[in-house]
């Protein structure tokens, strides 16, 4: 068994650096023609899936631990050994992906691949490695239920990276997780839906109190319009915190718009195309314009 192990290791090794070799995956779409003619002669070893599941589990795991806690390679040809790593890892992926799709393997493989490698690299490599999945999203989105197989496994990813990330420096990737699992499945689904129609309405932005008399030498249209949009746009924060209130036919005591009207108006004023009272600012195409 380990001398067949390792022969298959082998084979699988030289598929990787094949993939790396074609340039598959800078490609923005699966590249499915090149990956095949790569996986050639794995595929000719005629493996049991788990066995081959193994095998690519494996590699992932030694690929993941070559990189540096601190390591934030890059995905250009450059010669770095750890960037030389990160295209192997990537390459891998490929394979996985690829596999689980034509049915070589098990449907969720690339995506326990996927959360393995994610445990193992820093959250910098991580934020990479995910671009990489976006790219590859239609094909790994293939299928997939939130009930069962790889739907599973791609949650518990995304759950466990979100929880890695650092929210307050690196929001925008939390985002990118977010909306990953968001497309990945239908609004009907009902893992999603709020079925009871809970409501958590403890913390809602509010907009702070506006005296008519503060400013009484400023009574003109402009400014009054302006006061206007301002309880508007805050008072639909409450419509979004409690959409129930959104159905309210009449106003606030306190001043406030119903939700159709605020809304129109802060859409009109969305609408209205920006102006500025700056001098535009003329460009040397030469790009030695003073700074």
């Keep these: 068994m380990s001398a067949d ?11 990787i650096e094949s993939v790396v070799e074609s340039e598959a995956i800078f490609s923005n779409d699966l590249d499915v023609s090149a990956i095949q003619q790569a996986t050639s002669a794995l595929r000719a ?39 030389e790593t990160m295209r192997r ?23 326990t691949l996927l ?15 995910f671009g990489h999945i976006e790219k590859r999203a239609p094909v790994l989105r293939r299928k997939m239920t939130a009930t069962g197989g790889k739907g599973i496994v791609m949650l518990k990813m995304c759950n466990s990276l979100l929880r890695r990330i650092p929210h307050s420096t690196m929001s925008e990737f939390a985002g990118r997780v977010q909306l990953f699992v968001a497309n990945s499945f239908a609004l009907s689904e009902r893992s999603g839906v709020n079925l009871r129609g809970d409501i958590d309405n403890a913390v809602v932005a509010k907009a702070q109190d506006v005296n008519e008399k503060d400013d009484e030498a400023d009574d003109s249209e402009e400014a009054k319009k302006q006061k206007q949009l301002y309880r508007a746009f805050w008072s639909l924060q409450e419509c979004f915190a409690n959409p129930q209130g959104a159905f309210k036919p009449a106003a606030s005591d306190e001043g406030g718009t119903g939700f159709i009207t605020a809304a129109t108006m802060t859409l009109d004023e969305f609408r209205k195309p920006t102006t500025s009272k700056s001098a535009p600012i003329q460009l040397d195409p030469t790009g030695e314009e003073p700074l």
């Design 115 to 129: 959360e393995e490698a994610m445990d193992m690299v820093s959250v910098a490599v991580a934020c990479l490695i």
């Design 45 to 83: 070893t005629q493996l049991r899936a788990a066995d081959l599941e193994y095998v690519l589990r494996t590699l992932m795991f030694d690929l993941s631990q070559q990189l540096p806690p601190a390591s934030v390679p890059r995905l250009d040809h450059s010669d770095n050994k750890d960037s």
């Design 5 to 15: 192990f390792s022969a298959c290791r082998a084979v699988a090794e030289r598929a």
């Design 89 to 111: 890892i990537l390459a891998l992926i490929d394979i996985a992906t690829e596999f689980s799709d034509s049915g070589v393997t098990d449907a969720s493989l690339a995506f």
